[in-house]
């Protein structure tokens, strides 16, 4: 699996405090069987500001420290940019770092209340740039959460979703998971990863995310919530819908014995 939102890069922004977390992590995330994680810390949030220039360095000395200690994990570059005025000049200049600092797709965070004036507007630039903005975690946005067909809409112009698998799982709470279960078999979510900031709690997980997805969605559209759109973020290729299948009944009570074995 690759993991397309996570914040492993040590002393950066609110994820891995230090070098020695930032390995925990990425030992938890392989031993999940995560391959490959793309690195995005915080930008323009009004708390971190990490330039591409920053978060290049600072992925490539991970790497270094990832290869002397064994870890078979492989690391990519990218960042979480707030959804500011700003940010399609940011990406323009180079200041802003897009999906494997390809200018192709670029993860966009919202406020965790509120949708901004002019949100709409800053996505439409970010189309218009030919950059896909990859919404970040929405079913935990209030806003979108009490008007969820204002994010189908953003996903019919182009843009894409992604989920974070604790509230797949409903690690969350059970408004969060009901919501995007609701949006994963309308077929507006693309991706999902894990948004790990600790190895525990936070952690870089998608085993029981993307089980969760089989019974909601099928296999099929599953793996490629999990490997095959990410693997294509990572290699600057169009990010696909999925195609939901409902799950048969026997799938429905499988997920039933899962979620009471885990309570």
């Not at 064994?70 to 707030?82: M, T, Y």
């Not at 079913?139 to 008007?147: A, T």
């Not at 059970?174 to 990863?193: E, F, M, N, P, T």
Request: charged share 20%; hydrophobic share 40%.
């Amino acid at each position: 699996m690759i993991d397309c939102h996570n914040h492993t890069l040590p002393g950066i922004d609110d994820g891995a405090h230090d070098t020695d977390m930032a390995l925990s992590m990425a030992q938890c995330a392989a031993s999940d069987g995560i391959e490959t994680i793309v690195c995005t810390p915080h930008h323009l949030n009004g708390v971190f500001t990490n330039s591409r220039t920053k978060i290049l360095k600072a992925v490539l000395e991970l790497r270094t420290r990832l290869a002397e200690a064994g870890v078979p994990l492989q690391l990519v570059p990218g960042s979480e940019i707030h959804l500011v005025p700003e940010l399609p000049s940011k990406i323009l200049e180079g200041d802003a770092l897009t999906y494997a600092d390809r200018g192709r797709a670029a993860l966009v965070e919202l406020p965790k209340h509120t949708v901004p004036t002019g949100a709409e507007a800053i996505l439409e630039q970010l189309l218009y740039q030919n950059v896909t903005p990859i919404i970040a975690h929405p079913e935990r946005n209030s806003e979108l959460l009490r008007h969820p067909d204002r994010l189908s809409e953003w996903a019919s112009w182009g843009c894409k979703v992604q989920l974070t698998g604790q509230s797949c799982t409903g690690d969350f709470g059970l408004h969060i998971q009901k919501q995007s279960r609701a949006w994963c078999q309308a077929g507006h979510v693309h991706l999902i990863a894990s948004d790990a900031h600790r190895p525990k709690g936070r952690a870089p997980s998608l085993t029981k995310a993307r089980d969760t997805l089989a019974l909601w969605v099928g296999d099929v559209a599953a793996e490629v919530l999990t490997v095959g759109n990410p693997n294509n973020l990572v290699h600057g290729e169009p990010v696909s819908d999925i195609q939901a299948v409902a799950p048969a009944r026997r799938f429905r009570r499988e997920w039933l014995t899962r979620l009471l074995r885990s309570n």
